[in-house]
């Protein structure tokens, strides 16, 4: 029974460059959640898809974030371009479909370094 | 969004000691969660709860609901070091999605 996938697990790269981050949620689960974790801010939701369309994206940083949901098995977070201050845990996170607020699922995270 | 301030920040316990966090909104929530992360791991589910001074235990953890549920409690009876790790509420939004607590991390000392 594969968890949520998230790849890749680690990323170091210079400032200015593009960072893409994948998702891949549980089958059948019909909400992601893009997450950011630092030890300043704590864990902050990013946005949120439900059925592939993006419901709420207020917690995006700023236009250099963008996130994509193509189909219901895979999701990206794109940061372009890049900033030190990026720098962080992102977490994926699913949950299935259901009546009242199911729990959430989460990847093993991406840890991002831009130097 | 909702709000949830949680307290402590930082919590040492000798083993065998009790432990004890707690998560407050001004607001009345519909549900609470809570969570548990192990040092360098992801956020794991550990329990919801929905009605107003539910009380519900998993082994020698007793989670609480306040009456008017606008706080909530996670209680951990004789510490063990695998307890170790970051304990979060979190309080689901409108649009269901959820407010997680700054969490309390825990360190249990041989």
């Known amino acids: 029974d594969a968890g949520v996938i998230q790849s890749p697990r680690h990323e170091v790269t210079e400032m200015g460059q593009e960072v893409t981050l994948r998702c891949k949620p549980i089958?059948?689960?019909?909400?992601l959640f893009w997450y950011r974790q630092t030890m300043m801010r704590g864990l902050e939701l990013l946005i949120y898809?439900?059925?592939?369309?993006?419901?709420?994206d207020s917690g995006m940083p700023e236009d250099r974030f963008s996130a994509k949901m193509p189909n219901a098995s895979f999701s990206t977070l794109k940061i372009q371009p890049s900033e030190p201050r990026d720098s962080a845990v992102y977490f994926c996170?699913?949950?299935?479909?259901?009546?009242?607020?199911?729990?959430?699922?989460f990847g093993d995270g991406t840890r991002l370094s831009i130097l | 969004g909702q709000q949830v301030m949680q307290i402590p920040q930082y919590q040492h316990v000798q083993e065998g000691e009790d432990f004890t966090t707690y998560c407050n909104s001004s607001?009345?929530?519909?549900?609470i969660q809570w969570y548990k992360q192990r040092p360098g791991g992801h956020p794991v589910f550990l329990i919801q709860?929905?009605?107003?001074?539910e009380v519900k235990k998993q082994k020698r953890l007793t989670f609480q609901f306040g009456e008017a549920k606008k706080n909530s409690s996670l209680h951990i009876t004789a510490t063990q070091t695998t307890d170790v790790g970051t304990y979060f509420c979190?309080?689901?939004?409108?649009?269901?999605?959820?407010?997680f607590g700054s969490g309390t991390q825990l360190t249990v000392l041989p």
């Open positions: 709860l929905v009605k107003s001074g």
């Open positions: 898809f439900n059925n592939n369309v993006p419901i709420d």
């Open positions: 089958s059948g689960h019909n909400s």
């Open positions: 979190a309080a689901s939004g409108s649009a269901r999605q959820l407010t």
């Open positions: 996170a699913s949950r299935p479909t259901g009546v009242g607020n199911q729990p959430q699922h």
């Open positions: 607001t009345t929530l519909s549900n």
